[in-house]
RNA sequence: GCGCCCGUAGCUCAGUGGAUAGAGCAUCCGCCUUCUAAGCGGAGGGUCGUUGGUUCGAAUCCAACCGGGCGUGCCA
């Protein structure tokens, strides 16, 4: 990578200049040094400004800083760049016209894999998320934790992690004792026999499409239980109805998991008694008021916690204990939950027992995903469970499409709430960006098609041959593949096309650093914003320049780049999870 | 009250302590004999919530305050 490579030579540059006494009073090289994209093109491809940085250590002005390490880092670089020295002090580096080709090629070679990375050095992954309680349907709350959590599994797997996908299924507590309750009093109705709602269960209208289900396929079998046992089983048979509906409607968005990880076992097996004994003797843990206490506020809390209560039961946190207990035992490095942010008062808690459990809380991190606000056509849309105006997964994705959810879900960063506009995601135009992007996509499918598949003349009503055959395609980008010079056929003398191209294979060649910095951040929104910018310099670029020429050597080299971005498009894409159209 | 998150163009959002704070939409003005005009170009629009501080330099870091969201159970 270019930025490494310009990074690695001022740095060398940096410590050399030190130990010769060059820069002053300043004796080692203490400062971290950026490399930035600079926005305007007069100051070239890449900047650095850690001449600005130095001068007040080294008592020595910036300017003369920066010549110092430019002279030093020139001959290093002198193969695809220039280094020169703008005040107050910045190093500008200009790239040279072949690292452009360069750059083609390297997309040409790795094709699905350009981009791919190694920053996640091979690092055990495991990203849990969405892990709704099987209590009902899923809503877009859940959509975002979904989408968020499988293309940040999607991006670190691209970056060099080793991912597994995990939902947690909370089917140990009185939730399901509640849905057992209301499910069973719903399915009693349906056989005449009268019953009481429960006052405090889900809303009866939302159980009843999977008492339905329940009944077409247990028909009245349960009947002649008594109440506890038809609760029981109720609770049970309902949850893998619910599970099973959540688990197709996800996969409908895209979202799969390794595993579905089941709360009930950790208790049936003594995992969560187990949890609290391995608790107990770490002298973190007190008995006051006939419950078991975690000391969480030694540990960073913001007060204790109650893990085991006073009848006896189980609060979350023990639950949660065990479970990440199994979680580190299975042996990962890193473990990422996903959590809605109406969860963030329990982090520090599960920080906390996972200190007490003798592990490092800082190999947990928590991403919290905030609130999305929906809107039709500019007007807030409330959410309410009272009054029924839920918004619910699988209505959203019915209406505006899969790929739709997914860009606009996983676009923004997962710190802010975000407003998603129900019309805006069905538009076909520029305005819609998911629209856009697989529209750029489609663009060069089209222009290739055009090039190397034979055509039908609407006159004639005659099939005509493709403009450049098969063989002579491959045979080209064999030939580019062993020395990019072919390429430099594309390059136009006029200057307002170079621009433009310049401008494209720039943006394509930072892909690399886009996903390492995505990675890196836990940012797969980013990928997604930088589809959207190739897509914007294709649009550009295929304005003033015309792939389909009569230099068939120039057309080559011009399909060339149009397939390089049709791939990048397709492997951001892919992280994103959104489909990449080969026809609109 | 306390804790966490967020305040950037009319709207939706970017913005890793650095050069003139950026996109898209919306508004106004241009551009179709040409590979998809489902598009492109241009213009206007900003006290980066407020006030202090750190720094050669702050939208970015720190503090206080003002707004909005969420949380603050022996609920999950």
Redesign the pocket.
């Known amino acids: 990578m270019i930025k490494v490579a310009i990074k690695e030579s001022l740095e060398k540059a940096l410590s050399g200049a030190c130990q010769q006494g060059l820069l002053g009073s300043l004796e080692c090289p203490d400062t971290a040094i950026?490399?930035?994209?600079?926005?305007?093109p007069?100051?070239?491809d890449y900047?650095?400004?850690?001449a600005?940085?130095l001068?007040?250590k080294a008592k020595m002005p910036?300017l003369k800083i920066a010549q110092t390490l430019a002279t030093a880092v020139e001959s290093d670089i002198a193969n695809f760049a220039s280094a020169e020295v703008?005040?107050?002090?910045?190093i500008?580096f200009r790239l040279q016209k072949d690292v452009l080709q360069e750059a083609l090629r390297t997309i040409h070679k790795n094709g699905p894999d350009y981009g791919r990375s190694s920053v996640g050095g091979g690092k055990k992954v495991l990203i849990e998320y969405v892990s709704a309680?099987p209590t009902g349907a899923l809503h877009i709350g859940h959509g975002r934790g979904a989408v968020f959590g499988s293309c940040l599994a999607n991006l670190m797997r691209f970056g060099g992690f080793k991912v597994e996908e995990e939902f947690y299924v909370?089917d140990?507590?009185?939730?399901i004792a509640q849905l057992g309750a209301c499910c069973w009093s719903l399915y009693k109705k349906h056989f005449g026999k009268d019953s009481e709602y429960p006052t405090e269960g889900y809303p009866a209208e939302s159980l009843q499409p999977y008492v339905d289900e329940l009944i077409a396929k247990h028909k009245d079998e349960f009947m002649a239980l008594d109440d506890e046992a038809g609760v029981k089983i109720m609770g049970l048979t309902a949850k893998v109805i619910i599970e099973d509906s959540q688990r197709r409607l996800l996969e409908r968005l895209g979202v799969s998991f390794d595993r579905w990880f089941s709360e009930l076992p950790l208790h049936a097996e003594g995992k969560v008694d187990n949890a609290i004994e391995v608790l107990k003797k770490s002298s973190l843990v007190y008995e006051?008021?006939?419950?078991v206490w975690l000391k969480a506020k030694d540990l960073g809390d913001?007060?204790d916690?109650?893990l085991v209560?006073?009848?006896g039961?189980?609060?979350?946190?023990a639950?949660d204990a065990a479970y990440h207990l199994d979680k580190f035992q299975r042996g990962y490095d890193l473990l990422i939950n996903i959590w809605g942010?109406?969860?963030?008062?329990?982090v520090p808690g599960l920080k906390a027992v996972i200190a007490a459990l003798g592990h490092n809380p800082e190999q947990l991190e928590v991403i919290?995903t905030?609130?999305v606000?929906l809107?039709r056509d500019?007007q807030v849309v409330r959410m309410s469970k009272r009054m029924g105006t839920i918004i619910y997964l699988e209505d959203l994705i019915d209406e505006v499409g899969r790929d739709s959810v997914r860009y606009y879900l996983a676009?923004?960063?997962p710190?802010?709430?975000?407003?998603f506009?129900l019309e805006?995601a069905k538009k076909?135009?520029?305005?819609n960006?998911a629209?856009?992007i697989q529209?750029a996509h489609?663009?060069c499918?089209?222009?290739l098609?055009?090039?190397l598949e034979p055509t039908l003349n609407q006159e004639t009503q005659k099939e005509e041959p493709a403009l450049i055959t098969a063989d002579e395609w491959t045979q080209w980008k064999r030939s580019f593949a062993e020395s990019p010079e072919v390429f430099a056929r594309v390059f136009e003398d006029d200057p307002e096309v170079f621009v433009q191209q310049k401008k494209l294979i720039m943006q394509l060649a930072l892909f690399p650093e886009e996903v390492e910095?995505s990675v890196i951040?836990r940012?797969p929104?980013?990928l997604a914003?930088y589809a959207?910018?190739v897509?914007?310099d294709l649009?550009?670029f295929?304005?003033?320049?015309?792939?389909?020429t009569d230099d068939k050597e120039v057309m080559k080299a011009r399909l060339g780049l149009i397939d390089a971005t049709k791939q990048v498009l397709a492997n951001a894409l892919a992280v994103i999870g959104v489909t990449a159209v080969?026809?609109?």
């Open positions: 950026v490399i930035e994209r600079p926005r305007s007069e100051h070239g900047a650095c400004g850690v600005l940085k001068a007040g910036p703008a005040p107050p002090g910045y500008n309680n909370n140990a507590g009185v939730q006051s008021e006939g419950a913001e007060r916690r109650v209560k006073g009848d039961t189980k609060t979350y946190l639950g942010s109406d969860h963030h008062g329990q919290l905030q609130m606000n809107s500019g676009e923004s960063s710190s802010n709430a975000i407003s506009d805006l076909t135009s520029r305005e960006p629209f856009y529209y489609a663009r499918c089209a222009i098609r055009r090039a910095e951040s940012q929104g980013r914003r959207y910018e897509a914007n649009q550009k295929y304005e003033v320049c015309r792939v389909i080969e026809r609109m």
